[in-house]
Protein backbone atom coordinates (compact mmCIF):
# COMPACT_ATOMS: atom_id res chain seq x y z
CA UNK A 1 0.00 0.00 0.00
CA UNK A 2 0.97 3.59 -0.77
CA UNK A 3 0.56 6.96 0.93
CA UNK A 4 -1.09 8.68 -1.14
CA UNK A 5 -1.36 12.84 -0.65
CA UNK A 6 -3.89 14.50 -2.74
CA UNK A 7 -3.62 18.14 -3.03
CA UNK A 8 -7.35 19.81 -3.68
CA UNK A 9 -8.76 16.65 -2.18
CA UNK A 10 -12.17 18.04 -1.57
CA UNK A 11 -13.07 19.25 -4.86
CA UNK A 12 -14.66 17.20 -7.83
CA UNK A 13 -11.39 15.04 -9.28
CA UNK A 14 -9.65 15.33 -5.98
CA UNK A 15 -12.50 13.70 -3.73
CA UNK A 16 -13.30 11.01 -5.99
CA UNK A 17 -9.60 9.95 -6.18
CA UNK A 18 -9.54 10.32 -2.46
CA UNK A 19 -12.29 7.99 -1.99
CA UNK A 20 -10.89 5.45 -4.63
CA UNK A 21 -7.58 5.43 -3.02
CA UNK A 22 -8.49 5.00 0.48
CA UNK A 23 -10.74 2.29 -0.49
CA UNK A 24 -8.32 0.00 -1.54
CA UNK A 25 -6.40 0.48 1.39
CA UNK A 26 -3.38 3.64 0.74
CA UNK A 27 -2.77 5.79 3.44
CA UNK A 28 -4.61 9.31 2.43
CA UNK A 29 -4.09 12.55 3.07
CA UNK A 30 -6.12 15.40 1.47
CA UNK A 31 -4.84 18.93 1.46
CA UNK A 32 -7.52 21.13 0.98
CA UNK A 33 -8.59 25.19 1.75
CA UNK A 34 -11.91 23.60 3.64
CA UNK A 35 -12.50 20.14 5.38
CA UNK A 36 -15.54 18.47 3.55
CA UNK A 37 -18.85 18.11 5.06
CA UNK A 38 -18.66 14.38 4.75
CA UNK A 39 -15.16 13.00 5.21
CA UNK A 40 -13.84 9.54 3.49
CA UNK A 41 -13.28 6.82 7.10
CA UNK A 42 -9.17 6.71 7.24
CA UNK A 43 -8.57 10.04 5.44
CA UNK A 44 -6.24 13.00 7.12
CA UNK A 45 -7.31 15.63 6.02
CA UNK A 46 -5.16 18.92 6.55
CA UNK A 47 -6.22 22.33 5.72
CA UNK A 48 -3.77 24.66 4.04
CA UNK A 49 -3.09 26.60 0.80
CA UNK A 50 -1.37 24.94 -1.95
CA UNK A 51 0.19 28.23 -2.49
CA UNK A 52 2.38 27.69 0.21
CA UNK A 53 5.20 25.66 0.10
CA UNK A 54 5.55 24.97 3.37
CA UNK A 55 1.94 23.57 3.78
CA UNK A 56 2.53 21.67 0.77
CA UNK A 57 6.15 20.19 2.12
CA UNK A 58 4.21 18.84 5.50
CA UNK A 59 1.46 17.31 3.44
CA UNK A 60 3.88 15.25 1.25
CA UNK A 61 6.43 14.44 3.77
CA UNK A 62 7.19 10.60 4.10
CA UNK A 63 4.19 10.53 0.89
CA UNK A 64 5.36 7.81 -2.09
CA UNK A 65 2.75 9.47 -4.20
CA UNK A 66 1.29 12.97 -4.53
CA UNK A 67 -1.55 13.78 -6.83
CA UNK A 68 -2.16 17.56 -8.24
CA UNK A 69 -6.47 17.37 -8.12
CA UNK A 70 -6.16 22.01 -7.84
CA UNK A 71 -9.19 22.79 -10.23
CA UNK A 72 -8.18 25.93 -12.55
CA UNK A 73 -11.61 27.93 -11.48
CA UNK A 74 -12.39 29.59 -8.44
CA UNK A 75 -9.93 30.98 -6.07
CA UNK A 76 -7.03 29.14 -8.26
CA UNK A 77 -8.24 31.39 -11.52
CA UNK A 78 -5.40 32.89 -13.44
CA UNK A 79 -2.69 31.01 -10.64
CA UNK A 80 -3.38 27.77 -11.75
CA UNK A 81 0.08 27.18 -14.28
CA UNK A 82 2.15 28.70 -11.23
CA UNK A 83 0.64 26.73 -8.34
CA UNK A 84 1.04 23.44 -10.33
CA UNK A 85 4.71 24.47 -10.99
CA UNK A 86 4.99 24.82 -7.31
CA UNK A 87 3.80 21.74 -6.43
CA UNK A 88 6.11 20.29 -9.30
CA UNK A 89 9.24 22.04 -7.25
CA UNK A 90 8.39 20.89 -4.04
CA UNK A 91 7.62 17.12 -5.19
CA UNK A 92 11.01 17.07 -6.84
CA UNK A 93 12.32 18.08 -3.78
CA UNK A 94 10.71 15.30 -1.68
CA UNK A 95 11.44 12.66 -4.46
CA UNK A 96 7.88 12.07 -4.41
CA UNK A 97 6.33 10.64 -7.66
CA UNK A 98 3.81 13.78 -9.06
CA UNK A 99 0.53 12.53 -10.63
CA UNK A 100 -1.81 15.47 -12.12
CA UNK A 101 -4.95 15.93 -13.26
CA UNK A 102 -4.99 17.47 -16.50
CA UNK A 103 -7.51 18.65 -18.78
CA UNK A 104 -8.94 17.40 -22.24
CA UNK A 105 -7.95 20.31 -24.46
CA UNK A 106 -4.13 18.91 -24.79
CA UNK A 107 -4.95 15.62 -26.39
CA UNK A 108 -5.00 15.02 -29.34
CA UNK A 109 -8.46 13.89 -31.97
CA UNK A 110 -6.34 11.72 -33.52
CA UNK A 111 -2.31 10.75 -33.92
CA UNK A 112 -0.20 13.33 -36.08
CA UNK A 113 -3.34 15.66 -35.72
CA UNK A 114 -3.29 19.39 -33.95
CA UNK A 115 -4.27 19.65 -30.43
CA UNK A 116 -7.27 20.68 -28.96
CA UNK A 117 -6.09 23.37 -27.89
CA UNK A 118 -5.39 24.92 -30.65
CA UNK A 119 -8.76 25.67 -31.96
CA UNK A 120 -10.71 26.44 -29.10
CA UNK A 121 -13.91 27.78 -31.36
CA UNK A 122 -17.10 26.77 -29.70
CA UNK A 123 -15.54 27.20 -25.76
CA UNK A 124 -16.59 29.99 -24.38
CA UNK A 125 -14.09 32.86 -24.38
CA UNK A 126 -13.98 32.87 -20.61
CA UNK A 127 -12.71 29.34 -20.12
CA UNK A 128 -9.96 30.37 -22.91
CA UNK A 129 -7.24 31.43 -20.44
CA UNK A 130 -7.45 28.21 -18.10
CA UNK A 131 -7.27 25.98 -21.26
CA UNK A 132 -4.22 27.08 -22.60
CA UNK A 133 -2.51 27.66 -18.83
CA UNK A 134 -3.19 23.84 -18.67
CA UNK A 135 -1.88 22.83 -22.22
CA UNK A 136 1.08 25.01 -21.38
CA UNK A 137 1.81 23.82 -18.29
CA UNK A 138 2.10 19.91 -19.91
CA UNK A 139 3.91 21.14 -23.59
CA UNK A 140 6.34 23.38 -21.77
CA UNK A 141 6.38 23.23 -17.90
CA UNK A 142 6.45 19.62 -17.18
CA UNK A 143 9.40 18.83 -20.01
CA UNK A 144 11.31 20.98 -18.71
CA UNK A 145 11.41 19.98 -15.23
CA UNK A 146 14.58 17.99 -13.67
CA UNK A 147 15.13 14.54 -14.48
CA UNK A 148 14.52 13.79 -11.38
CA UNK A 149 10.86 14.73 -11.07
CA UNK A 150 8.98 11.43 -11.66
CA UNK A 151 5.56 13.31 -13.21
CA UNK A 152 2.26 11.54 -14.66
CA UNK A 153 -0.46 14.16 -16.38
CA UNK A 154 -3.34 12.37 -16.60
CA UNK A 155 -6.32 14.25 -18.99
CA UNK A 156 -10.25 13.19 -18.53
CA UNK A 157 -12.22 12.99 -21.85
CA UNK A 158 -14.10 16.45 -22.98
CA UNK A 159 -17.13 16.55 -20.89
CA UNK A 160 -15.81 16.28 -17.17
CA UNK A 161 -16.67 18.08 -13.77
CA UNK A 162 -19.40 18.85 -11.55
CA UNK A 163 -21.17 20.41 -14.50
CA UNK A 164 -21.37 17.33 -16.46
CA UNK A 165 -21.13 14.64 -13.82
CA UNK A 166 -21.08 11.83 -16.41
CA UNK A 167 -22.63 8.32 -15.66
CA UNK A 168 -20.24 5.90 -13.50
CA UNK A 169 -19.73 2.64 -15.03
CA UNK A 170 -17.21 1.13 -13.40
CA UNK A 171 -14.56 1.06 -16.62
CA UNK A 172 -12.57 3.27 -18.20
CA UNK A 173 -9.68 2.72 -21.26
CA UNK A 174 -6.23 4.28 -21.33
CA UNK A 175 -5.07 6.00 -24.22
CA UNK A 176 -1.65 8.12 -24.41
CA UNK A 177 -1.63 11.88 -25.92
CA UNK A 178 -4.46 11.43 -28.21
CA UNK A 179 -8.08 11.02 -26.77
CA UNK A 180 -9.94 7.58 -26.42
CA UNK A 181 -13.21 9.39 -26.86
CA UNK A 182 -12.41 11.93 -29.99
CA UNK A 183 -16.12 12.72 -30.01
CA UNK A 184 -15.65 14.61 -27.40
CA UNK A 185 -17.01 11.86 -24.63
CA UNK A 186 -17.48 12.03 -20.96
CA UNK A 187 -16.20 9.81 -17.91
CA UNK A 188 -17.52 10.28 -14.21
CA UNK A 189 -15.03 11.44 -11.28
CA UNK A 190 -15.84 7.70 -10.17
CA UNK A 191 -14.18 5.84 -13.22
CA UNK A 192 -11.54 8.51 -13.63
CA UNK A 193 -10.65 8.46 -9.94
CA UNK A 194 -10.64 4.09 -10.94
CA UNK A 195 -8.02 4.67 -13.94
CA UNK A 196 -5.95 7.49 -11.62
CA UNK A 197 -5.23 4.73 -8.62
CA UNK A 198 -4.73 2.03 -11.28
CA UNK A 199 -1.97 4.03 -12.55
CA UNK A 200 -0.77 4.46 -9.43
CA UNK A 201 -0.58 1.62 -8.52
CA UNK A 202 1.19 -0.16 -11.65
CA UNK A 203 3.99 2.34 -11.84
CA UNK A 204 4.66 2.17 -15.31
CA UNK A 205 4.32 5.47 -16.73
CA UNK A 206 6.67 8.10 -16.16
CA UNK A 207 7.15 11.58 -17.16
CA UNK A 208 3.89 10.54 -20.19
CA UNK A 209 0.75 12.27 -20.99
CA UNK A 210 -2.21 9.67 -20.86
CA UNK A 211 -5.99 9.97 -20.86
CA UNK A 212 -8.97 8.52 -19.60
CA UNK A 213 -12.06 7.71 -21.07
CA UNK A 214 -15.41 5.50 -21.00
Do not use: C, K
Given at each position: ?31 S ?39 P ?73 P ?56 G ?11
Amino acid sequence: MSRITVIGGTGYAGSAIVTEAAGRGHQVTALSRSFPEHPTPQVTYVQGDAADEAALASAMEGADVVVDALAPRGQQAGTWRTAHGTIARVADAAGVRLVIVGGASSLRPVRGADRFVSDLSGIPEELHDEIRDGAAFLLEDLPATPATLDWLFVSPALRFGARMPGEQLGRYRLGDDVAVQSDGGAISAADYALGLVDLIESGDHHREHVNLGH
